[in-house]
């Protein structure tokens, strides 16, 4: 049975597509490699952990000796890398743990990959590694990297370093850069989660700046078909964008999520922007659209719908992140402000 092994499976996007990969790929083993920081919650797991083709690892990608024992152990045939420190506000507030995780962590498992020989690679990058648009344009594969906060840099940082292991030694890897996702299990620190979570107590929605900023959102979902399309399809070497075709300015983001939960405008809270706060995001995904047949399936609104179902239903999975430790963060991020 052929083994696929995803690092920083227990976060928002790892457990996403853990879970559609053992619903859609029958006959694979999948392990799963996680530090369980604050962002990782193995009950995003939950219903498949007795799945006897899954295997939780609990481990760093940035301790040598645990990666080699995991990678000798499994032998995996693929190796997806999630594993990261994920939001722009905490890498504003101390980059370290993201130049440890993302760039030192992305380093330590491809020498292990290289060490077993592992055949493909796929690291999981980011749309922000470009920076930030204007008005108008698009980014694609060619556009320069200009990375504007510390996690877009140590973002940026692997990725030169995945193609210089491509150049180098031959390394067999793609990397793919997608755009802002959506969906169920992102972690309430997150613009979306966070902002319905905060209205169904009708606490105040912290809308940075103007609320002029505009993301292209993209469903979860989606991301991880595109993710397994370059896996399996992907040539070595190349990078391939994704995005959900649905650029929308975070102020008008908020108002369509107060409407949808039926509350009001008046939780709106402006409050000073995030310290180089990137404009705009959008992708230009012709590449992966033409070369890997892929397409995003989901209209925005009716996601949209569907995510703000999923967080009615699970309110206590919510109630437990920010009842936790999350909470010092949320002190130091809005205390005061809100
Ligand atoms: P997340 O913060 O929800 O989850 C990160 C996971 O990585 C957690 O389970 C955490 O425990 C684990 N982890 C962190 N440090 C680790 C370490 N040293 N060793 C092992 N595991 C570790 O993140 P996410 O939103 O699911 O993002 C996953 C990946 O996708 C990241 O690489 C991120 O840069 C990328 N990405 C995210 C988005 C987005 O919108 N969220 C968009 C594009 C790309
Ligand atoms: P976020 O979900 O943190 O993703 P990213 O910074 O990686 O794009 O933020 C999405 C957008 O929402 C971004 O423009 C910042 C803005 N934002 C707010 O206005 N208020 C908030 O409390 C948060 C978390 C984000």
Redesign the pocket.
């Known amino acids: 049975m052929p083994t696929l092994l995803v690092?920083?499976?227990?976060?928002?996007?790892?457990?996403n597509f853990i879970r559609w990969q053992l619903q859609t790929h029958a006959d694979q083993k999948v392990v799963n490699?996680?530090?369980?920081?604050?962002?990782?919650?193995p009950e995003?797991l939950a219903d498949v952990a007795s799945d006897p083709r899954y295997v939780f690892e609990h481990?760093?990608?940035?301790?040598r000796e645990f990666v080699d024992r995991v990678l000798k152990d499994h032998q995996p045939d693929l190796v997806v890398?999630?594993?990261?420190?994920?939001?722009v506000d905490r890498s504003i507030l101390d980059s370290g743990?993201f130049v440890?995780?993302?760039i030192v962590?992305t380093q330590i498992l491809m020498d292990a990959c290289r060490a077993v020989g592992t055949q493909r690679y796929l690291q999981?990058?980011?749309?922000?590694v470009y920076g930030s648009l204007g008005a108008e344009g698009f980014f694609t594969e060619e556009t320069p990297l200009a990375p504007n906060s510390p996690?877009s840099a140590s973002?940026a940082a692997a990725d030169l370093l995945v193609r210089g292991y491509v150049h180098t030694f031959g390394f067999p890897a793609v990397i793919t850069?997608?755009?802002?996702?959506?969906g169920p299990?992102?972690?309430p620190e997150?613009l979306i989660p966070l902002f319905i979570s905060n209205a169904l107590k009708d606490q105040a929605l912290p809308v940075y700046g103007t609320g002029h900023n505009v993301r292209d959102w993209i469903h979860v979902l989606d991301?991880g078909r595109g993710i397994d399309a370059a896996l399996r399809r992907g040539r070595v070497g190349e990078v391939y964008n994704f995005g959900g075709h649905s650029e929308v300015r975070n102020i008008d983001l908020t108002l369509t999520l107060l409407e949808l939960l039926g509350k009001p405008k008046t939780l709106i809270k402006y409050v000073t922007d995030r310290p180089g706060h990137d404009l705009r995001y959008a992708i230009d995904c012709a590449k992966a659209e033409t070369e890997l047949g892929w397409k995003p399936q989901y209209n925005f609104r009716d996601g949209l719908r569907e995510t703000i179902d999923w967080y009615l239903a699970n309110t206590a999975w919510i109630d437990r992140i920010k009842s936790g430790e999350y909470r010092k963060y949320y002190e130091q991020q809005y205390g005061g402000r809100l």
């Open positions: 690092t920083g499976g227990c976060g928002f996007i790892g457990a490699l996680d530090k369980l920081t604050y962002a990782g919650n995003n481990g760093d990608i940035c301790d890398n999630f594993a990261a420190e994920s939001h743990p440890r995780t993302n962590g999981v990058s980011t749309d922000e996690y973002k850069r997608c755009s802002n996702n959506y299990y992102q972690f997150k991301h």
